[in-house]
């Protein structure tokens, strides 16, 4: 465990090293949370009453979006990993006394952590500050402040369980270019990130809470501005922990059947 | 003790010829060509030994020592490294080597060396005071002493080799694959790196085996060699079997290849 430890520490402060990199993501992500909250006011304002969410909900469910961006978009996964399939570098990793999933996944976590920290900050107390309905709200309650964090900690976990099954099957592809278009697109859409899930007609939403995208961000963003039952957070909760499990196990699968068949590339 | 006992290993290569035709054709038909990178290779090395494992450009030194060093799994063929068989048993063959690609950067590019090292450290789980002794032993030896606090994309080839060497040594390998461990490095690095690996073998009793093109290295360091040639072993013996007169060795070895037509 130690020394996945320390990959952790080491790329958590190597992420802390970019900081025009976190300035620049904190400023875009102002203007996209800014853009997309004046889209849905410009509809809330036609009939409120026809949207399953308030809007309050939507703008909090905006701004912890772009606050927490690092810990769920699927397009920034880690091209350093990509590479060292692609050029063979890997045969260093697999010199060590470590299982390659396990150092993925702790890597991975780090990168992440490492960003969101960076960018959450700024987001969240500039937003909390805002005029009423475009500011983010408190959480509805203390509990459901914890299960936010909660659910983010799984949603971060699922997103990159998913990515590592992306990072395992390029050692069967080479090429990672039409993975990544497929997944990041799948994800974008199914997760929620494009919109929220609860604006889609009633039965496919049903369906789309089942697949693994819905572990990702949708449930603790929406934890968080209390747009779920009690009834519908557990089941959405067990849900994260299911997909958690099933997608680590294949990703497990994958990659200890890669590296049984791996060819190193170039030379 | 390492053995390895007709060991095949072949690879599936998609060949076409030049031209925009052409890579219309393998479009549709692609043309796969099995290359026998190892054709039954059988050696075995003696603990403590130095062994120079020398060939053409691919030859398969490469293939046979990521075969040692438990990355690559055969088609057949029997391969015990200490009564493990490396890519079966990998985690805990691994903790017992040290390998360095001549080719290849194991060092984090944006960190200082001194963090990949403190990496390593728990990696390896190395304990502290072995730790520091290593460390200072390596930067004595290696002469790293304020290389160490720069970040490695700063260091020219000779100085990251000479970090890459001491990284693949901090935890005391019983065996130490070298795969062209002197590439790039000028005069008195490669001379430095040389008399390094010859005391490592001394103090330690580490076996060593060594690929590489730069003939002056295995002069100095090896008696034995293994010739491999297309896959196959062609010679296995010592300087003195190849040399014949006063002929430099790079010309021995030039003509050794020549009479076996590799």
């Not at chain 1, 459901?144 to 069967?172: D, K, P, Q």
Request: contains cysteine; glycine residues 6%.
């Amino acid at each position: 465990m130690q020394k996945y430890l320390s990959f952790f520490r080491l790329r958590f402060s190597m992420g802390l090293q970019y900081r025009t990199a976190a300035f620049a993501g904190v400023i875009t992500q102002f203007a996209w949370g800014a853009m997309g909250i004046l889209v849905y006011r410009a509809f809330y304002e036609v009939d409120s009453t026809a949207f399953p969410m308030t809007f309050s909900a939507v703008v909090s469910y905006i701004w912890m979006q772009q606050a927490f961006l690092a810990f769920f978009t699927v397009w920034m996964m880690e091209n350093e990993i990509f590479d060292s399939i692609i050029n063979g570098n890997i045969s260093y990793e697999l010199c060590r006394p470590i299982h390659i999933y396990d150092m993925w996944f702790f890597r991975t976590i780090a990168n992440r952590f490492s960003a969101a920290t960076l960018r959450c900050f700024p987001i969240l107390v500039v937003a909390s500050f805002l005029p009423k309905p475009f500011g983010l709200q408190p959480p509805a309650s203390l509990i459901h402040f914890f299960l936010f964090l909660i659910t983010l900690l799984l949603g971060l976990a699922v997103t990159v369980s998913l990515c590592i099954l992306i990072y395992s099957l390029t050692f069967f592809t080479i090429s990672p270019a039409g993975l990544k278009i497929l997944f990041t697109s799948m994800v974008e859409f199914f997760s929620g990130a494009v919109i929220p899930l609860p604006f889609f007609p009633e039965k496919i939403q049903k369906m789309m809470e089942l697949l693994p995208f819905a572990s990702m961000q949708n449930v603790a963003l929406r934890i968080y501005s209390a747009d779920m039952t009690n009834r519908q957070m557990f089941s959405a909760v067990t849900l994260q922990i299911f997909w958690l499990i099933t997608l680590v196990s294949c990703g497990k699968k994958l990659c200890s059947m890669a590296e049984k068949k791996v060819s190193i590339q170039g030379g | 003790m390492i053995t390895m006992e007709h060991i095949c290993k072949s690879y599936k290569i998609a060949k076409r010829n030049a031209g925009f035709g052409e890579a219309c054709k393998a479009l549709f038909h692609r043309k796969y060509e099995k290359i026998y990178a190892l054709n039954d290779i059988t050696f075995t090395i003696k603990d403590g030994e130095m062994v120079g494992y020398i060939g053409p450009n691919g030859a398969g030194k490469s293939s046979t020592i990521k075969i040692l060093s438990g990355i690559l799994t055969p088609d057949s063929g029997n391969c015990f490294v200490d009564g493990r068989i490396p890519y079966k048993d990998r985690i805990e063959h691994v903790r017992q080597i040290g390998v360095v690609f001549g080719q290849r950067s194991q060092l984090w590019w944006d960190v200082p060396v001194i963090d990949s090292f403190e990496l390593l450290k728990d990696i390896y789980s190395i304990s502290s005071s072995m730790y520091h002794t290593n460390l200072e032993e390596l930067t004595a030896l290696l002469n790293l002493g304020e290389l160490l606090r720069s970040p490695v994309r700063q260091l020219s080839l000779g100085q990251r080799m000479r970090c890459e060497i001491a990284a693949s040594l901090l935890h005391n390998p019983k065996i130490l694959f070298l795969d062209e461990p002197t590439i790039g490095l000028d005069a008195v690095s490669k001379l430095a790196v040389r008399d390094f690996i010859h005391k490592q073998n001394q103090i330690h009793k580490t076996t060593v085996i060594l690929t590489t093109h730069d003939m002056q290295d295995i002069e100095a360091l090896t008696k034995r060699i293994i010739l491999i040639g297309k896959g196959k072993i062609l010679m296995d013996g010592t300087l003195e079997d190849i040399q014949k007169g006063n002929k430099n060795i790079d010309e021995t070895v030039a003509e050794l290849y020549r009479t076996y037509d590799i």
